[in-house]
């Protein structure tokens, strides 16, 4: 079946950097653009980042509140996408999640927590 399992969550202090993976099976990983979301405590969840898939040129695309600081990307051989976050805010805490596009289909992960505070 469709998994999407995101790890590389955690506690960092502001400042601080974490990777975080998804690790996608059970679909066709390349026919999918990949994206990651967050969502804040009492916040509607918004996108964060981008990529779209290797034969539409894995093309990357970033929220303006990230941009500069973190970074998308796709390991097609081992299914799995990655979300670097480098100089994180407090305003980064959130619960950051997977998700699979093509065209109106759609899969999500379970989230994973990033909490940045000293």
């Known amino acids: 079946q469709v998994q999407l399992v995101e790890s590389g969550g955690g506690l960092v202090q502001p400042g601080g950097s974490l990777r975080l993976s998804c690790a996608a099976s059970?679909?066709?990983?390349?026919?999918?653009?990949m994206s990651w979301y967050r969502q804040a405590p009492e916040k509607e969840r918004e996108l964060v980042a981008s990529?779209?898939?290797?034969?539409?040129?894995?093309?990357?695309t970033y929220a303006d509140s990230v941009k500069g600081r973190f970074t998308i990307s796709r390991d097609n051989a081992k299914n799995t996408v990655y979300l670097q976050m480098n100089s994180l805010k407090a305003e980064d805490t959130a619960v950051y999640y997977c998700?699979?596009?093509?065209?109106?289909?759609?899969?999500w992960g379970k989230g994973v927590l990033v909490t940045v505070s000293s």
């Open positions: 059970g679909f066709a990983f390349t026919m999918y653009a």
């Open positions: 998700n699979a596009r093509y065209y109106t289909m759609g899969y």
């Open positions: 990529i779209t898939r290797p034969g539409d040129g894995s093309t990357t």
